[in-house]
């Protein structure tokens, strides 16, 4: 309600508004997810976000990079892979933290490729990072890589695309990144052959704002 009442006051100071986003969205969700989607969501744009510290940078999206998406026609709960990844701290916290760290490191060099603008790294990183998940996902029998996720990365894989899984969860969607859009292009309706469902991209840079007494 109070996120409510500031878009309906026009209010949108995104500062301001993003921690009680948070907060409607902890209560949703039981206090489980990221929120990286509600930070996304009410700032717009290629950003990069620090949870911990609330540290928001945003950049610019490179004009010869494009993306590409499809989801796998089978949802992923966030709770349920929230719930194993409980399991795995109860047991050993301090191997799931070194895990976690291990997960994390391709990530930091992502980010700086997308500061310094640099296309060609940033594929090759977000397929590293993927590759990561994939391996400790695989390690504990987590159920994060679907076999649909499977089976649109191995087309991804085919052709010499860097891919990776997104979406709730992390086991519903995957996009792809690259320089080559005729290649991309490609590489979607591969997928839409078998039996996927693309899912069209806009890059929204204004994040939440105030039209005609309405949020967008």
Not at 7 to 25: M, N, Y
Not at 128 to 149: P, Q, Y
Request: net charge negative.
């Amino acid at each position: 309600r109070a996120v409510l009442q500031l878009v309906e006051e026009g209010a949108i100071e995104k500062d301001r508004l993003l921690p009680q986003a948070l907060a409607a969205h902890a209560g949703a969700q039981g206090k489980a997810g990221s929120g990286y989607d509600v930070a996304s969501c009410c700032y717009g744009g290629l950003m990069s976000w620090v949870p911990s510290s609330g540290g928001i940078q945003q950049h610019e999206w490179p004009e010869s990079l494009h993306i590409v998406a499809a989801y796998s026609g089978q949802s992923a709960r966030t709770s349920d892979f929230l719930a194993r990844l409980d399991g795995l701290r109860a047991r050993n916290a301090k191997a799931l933290d070194l895990e976690l760290s291990w997960l994390n490191e391709p990530v930091r060099g992502l980010e700086r490729a997308i500061a310094d603008n640099r296309v060609d790294d940033m594929a090759q990183l977000m397929g590293e990072c993927h590759a990561r998940l994939r391996v400790w996902d695989s390690r504990h029998n987590l159920g994060i890589v679907t076999a649909g996720i499977a089976e649109m990365l191995k087309v991804a894989a085919e052709m010499g695309v860097a891919a990776k899984i997104s979406g709730a969860g992390g086991g519903d969607s995957i996009y792809a990144l690259g320089s080559d859009l005729k290649l991309l292009e490609t590489l979607s309706e591969k997928w839409a052959v078998a039996g996927f469902s693309c899912v069209p991209i806009s890059l929204n840079n204004s994040g939440v704002q105030q039209k005609d007494n309405a949020s967008a």
